[in-house]
């Protein structure tokens, strides 16, 4: 069963197995591109019916961690067209879960280190009412 293929309207996928999101931390931070690394990394876990990537930031002030690769210019696009590309190869199919890092972000993380948009749970910062 695990090792049958899945097909809905949609995904045609190998298997039913599926390899769970996991940051990893291992772009240049300054331009957050997928390298050759990242490429072979999911090239090797291509053999799973479905790889979830790790979180992908999707605004420079959507970044929370170091050195994510991220997905909101045209190189970080084609660097992860490689990815996605190799893990086709392989037989392989990838979904990108994208990211937006909330109140995690940090102004020491993004360019011009503006504070990171924090919008709807500012609100919950606020100290409660006194009685
Ligand atoms: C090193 C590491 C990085 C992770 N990165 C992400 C991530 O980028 N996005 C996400 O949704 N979950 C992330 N997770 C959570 C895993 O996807 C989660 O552990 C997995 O779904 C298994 O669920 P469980 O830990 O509740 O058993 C990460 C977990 C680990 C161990």
């Known amino acids: 069963m695990l090792f049958d293929p899945y097909a809905n309207s949609a995904l045609r996928l190998a298997n039913r197995i599926a390899m769970a999101p996991m940051t990893r931390c291992r772009a240049d931070h300054r331009d ?9 990394y999911y090239r090797q876990r291509a053999s799973a019916g479905l790889i979830i990537s790790e979180g992908v930031p999707v605004s420079d002030r959507a970044r929370g961690y170091l050195n994510t690769p991220a997905l909101w210019n045209e190189d970080q696009a084609a660097g992860w067209k490689k990815v ?10 990838m979904f990108a879960q994208i990211w937006h890092c909330g109140r995690v972000a940090h102004a020491a993380l993004v360019e011009f280190a503006s504070q990171p948009r924090i919008g709807l749970h500012r609100r919950s910062n606020r100290r409660p ?3």
Do not use: Q, S
């Not at 957050?32 to 072979?40: G, H, Q």
């Not at 996605?84 to 199919?93: K, L, P, Q």
């Open 32 to 40: 957050a591109v997928p390298n050759d690394l990242i490429v072979e």
């Open 129 to 131: 009412r006194k009685p």
């Open 84 to 93: 996605t590309d190799a893990v086709h190869a392989a037989g392989g199919t």
